[in-house]
């Protein structure tokens, strides 16, 4: 807990952290929209193509005043997001080759522009090198200010346009014959997810930022079927993995901040996909196992009442070997027990054999009618 | 509004020489069609005949390159949130975090206006339009968890929670059970009934006679339009499907009276 404390009590620790969490927050919770819409990629596209941006911008203010490089950034974001829509709509390209093309040549052109701004040095120019991994340490109180402006201004957006943009997300078609302004909204959310891609820049850096808008998102429709749940899990999740990455990255020398943010996010996905209730992949494997399960024991209990049959008895005692014999394979004892747990069958002795032997139960000789009949069963059931 | 801003008012829907291209050759060429009100209208044809594509431009989903489109003599702009939509089923994602109620109230999402949530009255109505489909006892249930009937009566339950006196349906009887095709096709005879028209993109020509009383072939262009007892005809039927009709000649509702 002191180390914890330790960490806290430095000013550059404090603010990275806020940062992180701030930035993480905001691609969360836009991030839910982006992977709902399937514009993931479109994000990507976006971080990548800002790299020429940040350059420009470096270069027409002859320095690194960190206004008109994210000025430049939102620009060159906007520019690519144009040049995409224009070669799905002239051309026979589809979506992900257009997006392919768009970002690898504005990734190229920006750092071709990132070696002129090198070469010319001045003081700083070795700094941009860092928006393409980003670099955490890097950031200012008065960042702080920008990135709390436009997260309030991106949460307002949502709350004051939520049914609007679910609707959107959702199903556009239908928006638009209802009447609704579809491409202004769709133009908006966009733009925020660029807005959130430029202040996630010096943090994150252009080539990981777009984890940041989908892992938070992925993971977070795992636990919740909701848009509003997800896309507040989402957000937390985000702001989490942010604040986690910065104290890993405070405590540990030489760990950068926006990489270790990224793979615990990842982390974050990992776990949900694998354990979320109902949708987790191990939750999957645990229902089917428990179906096979009721089935194998279906078929132990279905054979027992029919041997039960054939001999007009039906507290007949089965030897296990003959219920092998008729399952094609023996019943596992596990199987056995199960079912003797769920009190369909008990174990009786049969003198003078000294095998083990079972018998159905009253419950037991109903749950194998009850299988066996599988329709009399639904309608019994509520 | 004064009635001199009207263009053919008598009809439920009033299509003029539209035609539609994706840049290639036309999708629907010179489309002419009047719809009355109070009908329910099968639109038929083949597969690429232009079917989604006409119900689209009508509702101003495509952009015609020349033609306009009339609802009860006015443009589709001024007749927002009063046309029920059903679009296709396949075309959303069904995995989006939403429950069938969810779904339902974004029909009222136009009359609500900005800035407001549906409400305890939204949720009402919602819960009457799932009830009127069937499904009230799915209101809050995961969209993904329906089955695909399901799926498709919530979508006409979103329709019809707007209470528009036209509803225009693509595909609604495609891929869903027998049951539930059933159930679908009362509840569109009962609102037709009621006065609304009705207008199905319909792909199953075994019923047209028996679900429908109004009847638009289409095969790029119209080929023909009308009453389905007079338009549904061998003649037409090969006009519209060309060689395909063998198959559709077979069909056994010609024996129906």
């Given at each position: ?78 520019l690519a997001a144009l040049a995409m829509m224009l070669i799905t709509s002239r051309t026979r390209l589809k979506t992900d080759a257009a997006l392919g093309i768009v970002l690898s040549v504005f990734f190229a052109a920006g ?127 985000g702001a989490a993995s942010g604040a986690a990455g910065a104290l890993v990255s405070a405590s540990t020398r030489g760990l950068a901040t926006g990489p270790l943010v990224v793979l615990i996010a990842t982390a974050a996905v ?113 | ?257």
């Open positions: 807990m002191s180390v914890l404390a330790d960490l806290l009590a430095s000013h550059i620790v404090r603010t990275v952290l806020a940062g992180a969490a701030l930035l993480g927050a905001i691609a969360g919770m836009l991030g839910a929209f982006a992977v709902l819409r399937r514009q993931s990629l479109l994000g990507d596209a976006l971080a990548h193509a800002a790299l020429p941006g940040v350059c420009l911008g470096f270069l027409i203010a002859g320095g690194r005043d960190l206004g008109s490089i994210l000025a430049g950034a939102f620009l060159a974001g906007a750092v071709v522009l990132l070696t002129v701004a090198q070469a010319r040095g001045g003081a700083g120019s070795l700094g941009l090198a860092t928006f393409l991994f980003g670099q955490a340490a890097a950031i200012l109180r008065s960042d702080l200010w920008i990135m709390g402006g436009i997260g309030l201004a991106a949460l307002a957006l949502v709350l004051a346009f939520w049914k609007e943009f679910k609707l959107v997300s959702f199903d556009p078609d239908y928006a638009r014959a209802l009447g609704l302004p579809v491409a202004l909204l769709e133009a908006t959310l966009t733009v925020m997810v660029a807005m959130a891609i430029v202040v996630g820049l010096q943090l994150v850096g252009v080539v990981l930022m777009v984890a940041l808008l989908i892992a938070p998102a992925a993971a977070a429709r795992q636990w919740t079927a909701s848009l509003g749940g997800m896309v507040v899990l989402s957000a937390a999740i990992l776990v949900s996909l694998m354990v979320a209730p109902g949708r987790g992949l191990l939750w999957q494997a645990l229902a089917a196992r428990r179906a096979r399960a009721r089935i194998g024991e279906g078929r132990v209990l279905a054979a027992m009442q029919g041997l039960a049959r054939a001999h007009g008895d039906t507290g007949y005692a089965t030897e296990g070997g003959m219920l092998a014999t008729a399952l094609g394979g023996a019943p596992t004892p596990a199987r056995l027990a199960a079912l003797e747990r769920r009190g369909l069958i008990r174990a009786v002795v049969h003198p003078p054999e000294t095998t083990p032997h079972w018998e159905l139960t009253a419950a037991g000789h109903a749950e194998a009618a009850a299988l066996a009949d599988p329709a009399g069963r639904a309608e019994r059931s509520p | 509004m004064d009635d001199h801003s009207l263009h053919e008012p008598g009809h439920a829907l009033h299509v003029e020489d539209l035609t539609v291209s994706y840049g290639g050759g036309p999708v629907l060429w010179d489309i002419d069609l009047d719809i009355p009100p109070g009908v329910m209208c099968a639109i038929v044809g083949p597969n690429g005949a232009g079917k989604s594509t006409l119900i689209k431009a009508a509702l101003g989903l495509v952009r015609p390159v020349a033609g306009h489109v009339r609802f009860f003599g006015r443009p589709v702009t001024r007749m927002r949130g009063r046309i029920g939509y059903v679009p296709q089923r396949h075309s959303v994602d069904w995995d989006f975090p939403a429950s069938a109620r969810d779904v339902v109230e974004m029909g009222l999402y136009r009359s609500l206006g900005w800035f407001r949530r549906p409400g305890a009255a939204a949720r009402a109505r919602a819960l009457a339009a799932l009830a009127e489909v069937g499904m009230q006892d799915y209101a809050d249930r995961q969209i993904a968890q329906l089955s695909g009937g399901q799926q498709q009566r919530v979508f006409i339950a979103r329709a019809l929670v707007q209470d528009a006196p036209i509803l225009i349906l693509d595909e609604p009887m495609a891929g869903v059970d027998a049951a539930t095709e059933e159930v679908i096709v009362a509840l569109l005879k009962r609102l037709r009934d009621a006065g609304r028209t009705v207008i199905v993109v319909h792909h199953d020509l075994t019923t047209v006679r028996s679900y429908f009383d109004w009847l638009v072939m289409l095969n790029v262009r119209i080929v023909a339009q009308g009453p389905v007892a007079r338009v549904y005809t061998p003649e037409n039927l090969r006009a519209t499907y060309g060689r395909q009709l063998a198959m559709i000649a077979a069909a056994p509702d010609d024996a129906l009276p």
